[in-house]
């Protein structure tokens, strides 16, 4: 089991790649704290993994708000303790909404601005002082082929999503002499935001060069973010690292 010992918090747990991480991590002998606002799904989530654990992994489901630093606070407090230290921080949440760019609103800003930039920056300094402390820790945070090339319809998504790679970039540069690493996750795999959102952005996605489809979440997404979360990643920082079948290169 490639990451037991390993305890890790997975923000957006409820389904879709959070899920996915919540469900491989614990198959790999991790202890995780899941956390999401959709508290069925996300219990549910966290009683499959552990009822298909046949390790020492096991997964607790803990509700917050990514967008609310005293949700996150408290939900990171009641995490460390569960869990007894903090090793990786995956943070999956993220929303995504579809509009010309100059009709978005400010309901649409501060949802996407919230949940997707806000969020970053609170569930990653939350996660801080407990990797601080040990000298040790990896952040994964979550960014996207928008954030790097224009795609019509998603402006300010694209705009969260830049940001999200510019502050990992920031941690990564100011972190590093703490131990603790930081890299962003550029995905294109099946979820269910990708399902709902089918009719605006199907285009992009028949563009994807490794099969014309977004990527399967447990054979092409998993394996990856279990590497990442390993100590066979110790000396990767910085890095946006893409899972995205080729649709968009970076360097």
Known sequence: MQLEGKRI?????????????????V????????????????????????????????AVYLHADVSDRAQVDAAFDD???HLGGLDVLVNVAGV??????????????DFLLGINLRGTILTNQAAFPTMRDARTGTILNFGSDAGLTAMPGLAAYSATKGGVMAWTRTIAGEWGAHGIRANSVIPAIQTPMTTSGATERSDIYSS???GGALGDPERDFAPVMI???SDGARFITGQAIAVNGGLGMVR
């Open 9 to 25: 918090v997975v923000t957006g747990s409820a389904q879709g790649m959070g899920a996915t991480c919540v469900r491989a991590y």
């Open 27 to 58: 198959r790999e002998g991790a202890t995780v704290a899941a956390i999401d606002v959709r508290d069925e799904l996300g219990r549910q989530t966290t009683s499959e993994a552990a009822a298909t654990s046949t390790g020492p992994g096991s």
């Open 79 to 81: 995490a460390v303790h």
């Open 96 to 109: 995504q909404r579809a509009r010309p760019a100059a009709q978005f609103t400010d309901d649409d800003l």
């Open 208 to 210: 994807v060069p490794l």
């Open 227 to 229: 590497f990442l979360a």
